[in-house]
């Protein structure tokens, strides 16, 4: 009678121990627009059918045919910006929920094409995982492209309370800046002088923001992220 009921334990046991599982959907995702948007993502759904829910992402490969562009990514918990091979970052998925991934490159006004490969896995055993391939285009809108001046930095990034602005144009006059969230609301002005300008962004929300403003012909974008 004890051997009978080991065995009808080890029936129920042992395939739920096997069962586990972690998928991505699509695993390669794809995306396209005109080099005018601030952004382009590819989007998939991560499912989690383990009985845990600490995972871990890592960026395993990026290639663009533009330098000027900069990777990101949303996981269900987290959005990140200007990654490179090796970023990582951990977020919380319930047993049996499905999250979001939402892969992206900023654009900076050139078109191109950029592809992005993440590999997601479980904290307490890496061996169950998946990949996500994220590929995306961007058209040329124009017979000659908004230029990108490469003199824009912003830091720290990303950032908490303080964000600087080093920007210095081809006149020395005040520039007019703008902050957008990634929905396309203003959020913030910003009178740029100098080379250097400190401003304080405590009052925004945690996510991805965009500095833009124009200078003669010339319309200049760059991303950030607000970190609580």
């Not at 490969?61 to 000027?68: D, G, P, W």
């Not at 904290?123 to 285009?137: A, Q």
């Not at 309370?161 to 002005?189: F, T, W």
């Amino acid at each position: 009678m004890k051997k009978l009921i080991l065995y009808f334990l080890t029936l129920i046991v042992v395939p739920s121990l096997f069962a586990q599982s972690v998928s991505f959907n699509p695993k390669v995702s794809r995306g396209q627009g005109p080099s005018t948007f601030f952004q382009l993502d590819a989007k998939s759904n991560f499912t989690n059918n383990t009985t845990d829910s600490v995972f871990e992402w890592e960026v395993i490969e990026i290639s663009s045919t533009r330098t000027e562009w900069e990777f990101g990514m949303c996981d269900p918990g987290n959005c990140l910006v200007d990654l490179s091979v090796g970023s990582k970052a951990e977020f919380i998925l319930a047993p049996g929920k499905t999250g979001e991934f939402k892969g992206d490159f900023v654009l900076n006004d050139k078109s191109g094409s950029g592809f992005g490969k993440v590999v997601c896995y479980l904290k307490s055993n890496p061996s169950i995982r998946d990949t996500v391939e994220f590929i995306l285009n961007a058209w040329v809108t124009s017979v000659k492209e908004t230029a990108v001046n490469r003199e824009l930095s912003l830091f720290p990034n990303p950032a908490k309370d303080r964000l600087v602005i080093k920007y210095q144009g081809a006149s020395r006059e005040p520039v007019s800046m703008e902050i957008y969230n990634v929905l396309g609301s203003k959020v913030k002005s910003i009178n740029h002088t100098g080379i250097e300008t400190d401003i304080n962004i405590s009052d925004l929300q945690k996510g991805i923001y965009f500095i833009r403003f124009k200078e003669g012909s010339k319309t200049i974008s760059k991303s950030f992220s607000k970190s609580e």
